[in-house]
């Protein structure tokens, strides 16, 4: 009766405090994470001590299983302590042929946040539109933020796009959706618009990189600098390629060629599509761009092409995916880089973006953040990973002028688990939209 009577009492307080668990697992509450199954063990070998302890008296013999009585503790014990390793098994097994944890998939792309990608002032509001993505909207739809679910993370790609009060309202959007399904939220790759809000929702802001943009209003192919563009060019010109821009609306007849183009450019690299933070070989999604290609005059043959990512003020001109023929002009994306920048000086457009240097410009001084030291060691000797300094110097011939990038975590070991988790969704992404794509 007294055990009754507590239970009954704090199950009358859970029903009054009902309001307090307002978080939605989106997967099945019997599938355990790792934590979870270490606690309920240690639980269960604590609780199996203390009952041995508590009954080391009493004498062990077969009839204590089956044996029922009013005073029988030991044998309910016994039961008890058998029937909780056998639920706990159960969960492990469930666990071990249901470990993928339920994700949130991704969502076809609104209208709404076409329209907004087409008003933005940053081109990379558009990777937006690759398809692997979910969204959230202002309730005013002046704003998005588009975002992924690792499973254990919302990942939001890039800062929102829109107006700055209504971005503002889904970062928190994002932060509260996270909490409510007892997930993490991480925005990554984010410039510095909006700072303060990140911090406002108790995240940590760590340097990830730096973006080279290049000042197209003075942008020239004179000097010696320039003089591997200015040759790529000239030996383009005569060996008959033309630069040309082909309209989204024309796109139709060059995507075969595209296509062919594509492929050849992923078996010779031995590559694989990428996902989440760059496009891919996708119809559906090149449809949205106008295309640069090196086309040969006298054939019509495409032997390079890159997409073209606009700003709607033409305050920023950017690229995506940019493949080309390792069968034809060897110095045929040299001479594409030219030609986009010489055509986006003259359409107006003042900056050229060429995308990120990852762990470019972390401090490694000896009172520098630890984070910043252990990024700028990986920079300096992990080019047999990634050609961290290679891409860096790549980038400096263009005389770009550097801007930082950040990831907003909840701390410093949760941004090594983000960092982790966005590079399977990159390397990764969706299985099924996976089609082609090169990293910037």
């Given at each position: 009766l007294e055990t009754a009577l507590t239970l009954g009492f704090f199950l009358l307080l859970l029903v009054l405090f009902r309001s307090a668990f307002y978080r939605l697992n989106a997967g099945s509450v019997f599938v355990l994470n790792w934590k979870w199954i270490l606690c309920l063990l240690t639980l269960i070998l604590a609780v199996t001590w203390i009952g041995l302890f508590a009954y080391r008296n009493v004498n062990y013999s077969d009839a204590l299983w089956w044996k029922f009585a009013w005073n029988g503790d030991a044998s309910r014990f016994l039961r008890g302590t058998l029937a909780a390793v056998v639920v706990l098994a159960a969960l492990m097994l469930n666990t071990l042929l249901n470990k993928q944890t339920t994700r949130l998939k991704p969502e076809p792309v609104p209208d709404v946040v076409r329209r907004l990608t087409a008003q933005a002032d940053e081109t990379e509001a558009w990777i937006s539109?690759?398809?692997d993505?979910?969204?959230l909207i202002s309730a005013d739809e002046r704003a998005y933020l588009a975002y992924a679910d690792t499973g254990a993370t919302l990942v939001s790609k890039n800062d929102p796009v829109g107006a700055t009060d209504a971005c503002e309202a889904v970062i928190w959007q994002l932060r509260e959706l996270a909490?409510?399904?007892g997930r993490k939220c991480a925005f990554y790759g984010i410039g510095d618009r909006f700072l303060a809000t990140y911090l406002d929702l108790g995240l940590q802001v760590l340097k990830i990189g730096e973006v080279a943009r290049v000042d197209l209003t003075a942008f020239s192919l004179d000097g010696s600098r320039r003089k591997d563009w200015r040759h790529a060019k000239a030996r383009a010109a005569r060996d008959g390629y033309h630069f040309e821009v082909v309209r989204a609306a024309d796109l139709a007849?060059?995507?075969?060629?595209?296509q062919a183009i594509s492929d050849v450019w992923l078996a010779h690299k031995s590559g694989s599509e990428k996902a989440f933070s760059l496009g891919w070989f996708d119809p559906a999604y090149l449809s949205y761009f106008d295309i640069a290609v090196l086309r040969h005059t006298e054939t019509g043959r495409i032997t390079a092409f890159a997409n073209l990512l606009?700003?709607?003020?033409k305050s920023n001109l950017s690229l995506d995916l940019m493949r080309y023929d390792p069968t034809g002009l060897g110095v045929a994306m040299d001479a594409l880089f030219a030609e986009m920048m010489l055509w986006g000086r003259d359409q107006g457009f003042k900056w050229f973006s060429l995308g990120a240097a990852p762990l470019s410009g972390l401090e490694s001084r000896r009172l520098a953040p630890a984070w910043h030291r252990i990024g700028s060691f990986l920079y300096e000797h992990?080019?047999?990973f990634y050609h961290f300094e290679g891409l860096r110097s790549f980038k400096d011939k263009f005389d770009p002028v550097w801007s930082s990038i950040y990831l907003a975590a909840s701390g410093r070991l949760d941004a090594a688990r983000v960092l982790y988790e966005v590079?399977?969704?990159i390397s990764g992404g969706s299985k099924e939209?996976?089609?082609g794509q090169v990293q910037r």
């Open positions: 539109l690759t398809g993505k979910r969204f909490d409510r399904m007849p060059d995507l075969p060629g595209l606009q700003a709607a003020d992990g080019e047999r590079r399977t969704l939209t996976n089609k």
